[in-house]
């Protein structure tokens, strides 16, 4: 497996709160990325970031920020969890080139479940 | 919206059977991509055929793309039990910045 680790694995929380959910990787990968995956609607790419302190918004954006402030953590705040933000959470990484997507690395999933 | 449509949704086939599972796309593409993955993991790449390339091998896997049809196919031959997991097809976005996923293909292969 790429060295990519998302924490937590499982997070309960209640709609209002705020979450943090961390992705870390050792490759030095240009690319990092969050999707949500929900039945029946695959994987959403939420936001992605193509270097320290550089991201964009994708598809589903909307209630989620991310930072990344070094090249081996990319952060996704819910910064009020909603019962629709329940969902199971992918990190990815990619080396990238430029104009061109290579091969994606997923992390293991975190399990959110907001009440 | 989903740049990928898999088709079938489902298919369950017996051990030693292909597996064909076809994605549709929408718009110009550099690469198309295939990723597995099991349940309650995360995805594991499969194979890539550049917007340039007709068929690619690897293994078991065969991908076809028709970029005129704005199509591609995978099929798995001789499947394994292992095999049992969903499929997923992945394209670019034409600044290369993002792949889009399909809503994927759950393969179920019976011993």
């Known amino acids: 497996d790429a060295g990519i680790t998302q924490s937590p694995r499982h997070k309960v929380t209640e709609t209002g709160t705020p979450v943090t959910l961390r992705c870390h990787q050792t490759e030095n990968h240009r690319y990092m990325y969050w999707y949500r995956q929900d039945p029946g609607h695959g994987l959403r790419l939420i936001h992605y970031?193509?270097?320290?302190?550089?991201?964009d918004k994708g598809e589903v954006s909307d209630g989620y920020s991310v930072s990344r402030s070094k090249t081996e953590d990319f952060l996704l705040t819910l910064e009020s969890a909603t019962s629709s933000q329940t969902s199971v959470y992918f990190c990815?990484?990619?080396?990238?080139?430029?104009?061109?997507?290579?091969?994606?690395?997923f992390g293991p999933g975190t399990r959110l479940l907001v009440l | 919206s989903q740049q990928g449509e898999e088709d079938p949704q489902a298919l369950s086939i017996q051990e030693g059977e292909n597996a064909t599972m076809n994605c549709s796309y929408k718009t110009s593409i550099n690469n198309l991509q295939w990723y597995r993955q099991n349940s309650g993991r995360g995805l594991v790449h499969l194979i890539l055929?550049?917007?340039?390339?007709r068929e690619k091998h690897s293994g078991r896997l065969r991908v076809t793309l028709d970029t005129s049809k704005k199509s591609s196919s995978l099929l798995i031959t001789a499947s394994r039990a292992a095999d049992t997991a969903s499929y997923f097809c992945?394209?670019?976005?034409?600044?290369?910045?993002?792949?889009?996923f399909g809503g994927g293909t759950r393969l179920m292969v019976k011993p």
């Open positions: 055929i550049r917007s340039n390339e």
């Open positions: 970031s193509y270097g320290v302190k550089d991201t």
């Open positions: 992945a394209t670019d976005d034409n600044a290369g910045n993002m792949l889009t």
């Open positions: 990815a990484i990619s080396a990238g080139s430029s104009g061109y997507q290579e091969t994606q690395y």
